[in-house]
C-alpha cells in the first residue's frame, strides 16, 4: 500500500466527523463543514474512488455556498429591513446541496475504505 494510501481512511472518517460535528451551529459550524468536506475529498482520489468526482463537487458546492452566506451576513443578511429579498438566499443553496451530497459521499467513501481493508477468504 502507498504511502499516502495510509492518510485516506483517517482523512475520510475525520472530514466525515467535522461534516456531522459543523451541523450544531450552521453558520458558525459552516467553516467546520467546509473544512471536513475538503478532509473528505483530499482522501478521495478521482480516479480511484467510484465516489470521487461527487465527493470534489460537493466539496466546491459547500465552499461556494459558504463563502456566499459569509458574504451575505457580512452585509446584513437577506429580508427584514436590509432591502434585499428572501430570493437571495438561493446564493446559498449550493451550502446544504452540497453538504448532503456531501455526506452521502463520505459514507459510500469510507465503506470502500473498509471493503478494501477487509481480508480476502481464503479458499
Known sequence: MPIAHRWFRPLVIAGLTAMLLGVVDPLEGSIVIAVGSVLVALGTPRRESA??????LAGLFIVVGVAALWIMSAFGGVGGRTGRSMWWLLVVAPYPAGWILGLVGAVQRWRELKRERAPTPVG
Not at 465516489?51 to 470534489?56: D, E, I, L, N, T
Open 51 to 56: 465516489v470521487g468526482g461527487r465527493v470534489w
